[in-house]
Structure formats: structure tokens, C-alpha cells
């Protein structure tokens, strides 16, 4: 009887980084499964195959989109290392004092393309991240038009997902890391050259990742590194159990609003390529209970906001925060945001509440 032989994994287990946390591995399924639709509604990641998403953008090498891409400015951020972790610009201008870790530049395209290519050790690494938009020329539209739109248009409709925001391009020189996050919408990645790492954590594991705080220019990315995690800061960390995979050429990854994404190209396995597909979570209808980890999160978001906002004024909000106190937020939280009105509505009644003896 013929068998058949196992496929060949196309990277090798040193192309990881090495991390302390536990993982599992995230499904990865025929898009033709209905195990596919059922992960998806259910807010569950996925990786998906044979979709044929992007499959026009398999052929876009650095020389093919030199050619097409047009002279437009390509957003690029540039780092003295291998860590790309982005920074609301808006949140810098009340952060006094606070440089980022890496700088977002405009270059047109081939000077992208000459910089990767002669990059050398000790250059600064560039990661480029630009929305596709219409100053692209005419075969990148050609392309673009041709990608599956019927196949993502029915999860879409499926999930009563809002509109598709945004299309990232995202071109990473080999060993590049996007740190964990979350982002606010739902998530339809499609890998389409070199291979990627993802590992997810899902918005019940809040409690291990320690977001910064929401004014800061770091908002909703984790604040743990996890080259070097830090188990005083950051104690809960160690309870932290991911998921993953390696995402190649033609892989499509559902990646639900509020999970955790951090996403590494593989060491020494050249440019990766990638595109998103950004949509609008469903509108909320019925609210069942108990709340979900997300819907929780949202709240905690709004209420910081919007004590935040009220106390008009971010800088007097960050200075009451210890600079290495374990439990600073904590403290943070006890002594400025909670503040007499909450500490009057919550201790003694809430901590040492008991039934009456009768
Ligand atoms: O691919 C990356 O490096 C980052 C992608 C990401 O964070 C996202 O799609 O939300």
C-alpha cells in the first residue's frame, strides 16, 4: 500500500525564539472545514489554508513591487534592535520626556528595498508597515481586486462584522518582533511570503500580561518582555500559557479582537510579507452574563478613559505611580484613581462585608 510521506516542516525549531512560557498549538484547518465557521463565531483563533486570500500577492517580491508599487511614502519604522513596539504618537505629546524605542519614517519604496538589501550588522532594522492605499499602481490594484473578497466577504456577513477598515502591508527584515498586544478589532491575517511565529494569548489572561496603562503611548501593548521577564514587576506573568503557530505562504490566521498577539519573522529566515484585513467587531445586541474576558476589558478601558479624562491631566496621573514598586498600578490605582469616592464606596463595606449574626 503507498504512503504517503509526512510533509516537510520548512523552518527549523532554532528559527524560535526561546520564551519561558508554555504554549499549544493553534488549529490550523482546511478553510472547506466546518470546524472553521464554528471557531470563528465563537471568537476562537484559526488558522486557516487553502483560502486563496491573497494569492495574487504571492508573487510580490521586493523587485514586483519596485515596479508597481508607485512613488507614494511608505510608513517605516526603524529600531536599534530587533523589537518593533509601537507607540500611539498622539499619547507622546502629553508624556513629556518619553522617547520611543523606535521611529516611524516615510520612505519611497526603493529606498526601502536598497536599505534592506544592504543591510549590514549594527544598521538600524526596518520593519515597513503601510496601509495599502490608492497611491499604488495599477497591477497592485489589479492584484488587490483579484484576492478571494467572496470567501472573506462571507465570514463577514456570517460574524455581522462592521466594515473592512484597513489593509497593512507589513514588510519585516528576518528576526524582526511585534511585542504582545491587542488590538480593537477582529483580524484576518494573511501571510504571503516567508514564515512567521504568532503566539496568542487569550483576554482572559489579562491578569498575566500587564498592559500599560491606556494614556500611556504604549497603550494596550504588554509591558513584560519576554526575552527577560521581570517576575517582581510582573509576578502573574509566570502564569501566562500561549497559543501558536508558524504562519507560511497562503496561511490566513483568525485573529479575534482583545487576544494578545505577538508576532516574530523567523531568525534567519529573510523577508517576511504580510497583509491584514481589518473589520469592525459586531455590534453588540444582547448582553448575556456572565460578561466575557473582552467585554471586561472594553470596561476597564472606558473606565480609565474616562477617569483619565477627568482628571484632566495625564502627567499628575502617571507621577503618583511608583517608578519600580511591584504592585504600583495597584497603588496608582488605590491612590489617585480610586480615590476617596471609590475607597469610600468599596472598603470596609466590600472587604469586610459579613451577614448580620441573628
Ligand atoms: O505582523 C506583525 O508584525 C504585527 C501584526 C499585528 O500586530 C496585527 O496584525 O495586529
Known amino acids: 500500500m503507498a504512503t504517503s510521506e509526512p510533509k516537510q516542516q520548512p523552518w527549523r525549531e532554532e528559527q524560535l525564539r526561546k520564551y519561558t512560557f508554555k504554549t499549544d498549538q493553534i488549529p490550523r484547518l482546511p478553510c472547506s472545514d466546518s470546524k472553521v465557521d464554528e471557531l470563528i463565531s465563537l471568537g476562537q483563533p484559526v488558522v486557516i489554508t487553502d483560502t486563496k486570500l491573497a494569492t495574487p500577492a504571492l508573487k510580490w517580491t521586493l523587485d514586483y513591487l519596485q515596479e508597481h508599487l508607485g512613488d507614494g511614502d511608505y510608513s517605516t519604522y526603524e529600531s536599534d534592535s530587533h523589537i518593533f513596539r509601537y507607540f500611539d504618537e498622539k499619547k507622546l505629546q502629553s508624556h513629556k520626556g ?36 490608492d497611491t ?35 514588510i519585516g527584515m528576518e528576526g524582526n518582533v511585534t511585542p504582545c498586544h ?48 521581570d517576575y517582581e514587576r510582573f509576578p502573574n506573568f509566570r502564569n501566562a500559557h500561549g497559543y501558536e503557530a508558524v ?14 498577539h505577538h508576532f516574530e519573522s523567523l531568525l534567519d529566515g529573510g523577508l517576511t510579507t504580510s497583509i491584514t484585513f481589518w473589520y469592525k467587531s459586531a455590534p453588540t445586541t444582547d448582553i448575556t452574563y456572565p460578561l466575557k474576558p473582552q467585554q471586561k476589558m472594553a470596561m476597564m478601558r472606558n473606565i480609565e478613559k474616562m477617569i483619565t479624562e477627568a482628571l484632566n491631566d495625564p502627567e499628575e496621573v502617571r507621577s503618583f505611580g511608583p517608578k519600580s514598586d511591584s504592585d504600583s498600578w495597584v497603588r496608582f490605582l488605590a491612590v489617585v484613581l480610586v480615590g ?8 470596609g463595606r466590600y472587604t469586610n462585608c459579613r451577614d448580620p449574626v441573628v
Not at 487569550?202 to 518582555?225: E, K, M, N, T
Request: glycine fraction near 4%; include cysteine.
Open 247 to 260: 504562519l507560511g505562504p497562503e496561511d490566513v490566521l483568525y485573529l479575534p479582537m482583545y487576544w494578545f
Open 136 to 170: 499604488v499602481g495599477k497591477q497592485i490594484v489589479v492584484d488587490f481586486l483579484q484576492f478571494n473578497w467572496p470567501w472573506i466577504s462571507t465570514y463577514q456577513r456570517k460574524n455581522n462584522w462592521g466594515q473592512l477598515t484597513s489593509n497593512l502591508l507589513l
Open 98 to 133: 518619553y522617547s520611543p524605542p523606535m521611529k516611524r519614517i516615510e520612505v519611497k519604496f526603493p529606498e526601502f528595498v536598497q536599505r534592506v538589501r544592504n543591510y549590514e550588522p549594527g544598521d538600524k532594522k526596518l520593519y515597513l508597515q503601510q496601509q495599502l492605499n
Open 182 to 229: 491587542y488590538d480593537e478589532q477582529e483580524n484576518l491575517y494573511a501571510q504571503v511570503g516567508g514564515y512567521k511565529r504568532v503566539i496568542l494569548f487569550p483576554p482572559s489572561q489579562f491578569s498575566c500580561l500587564y498592559p500599560y496603562p491606556v494614556h500611556h503611548p504604549h497603550d494596550r501593548q504588554c509591558q513584560v518582555d519576554f526575552e527577560n521577564p
Open 340 to 347: 476617596p469616592f471609590m475607597k469610600d464606596m468599596v472598603l
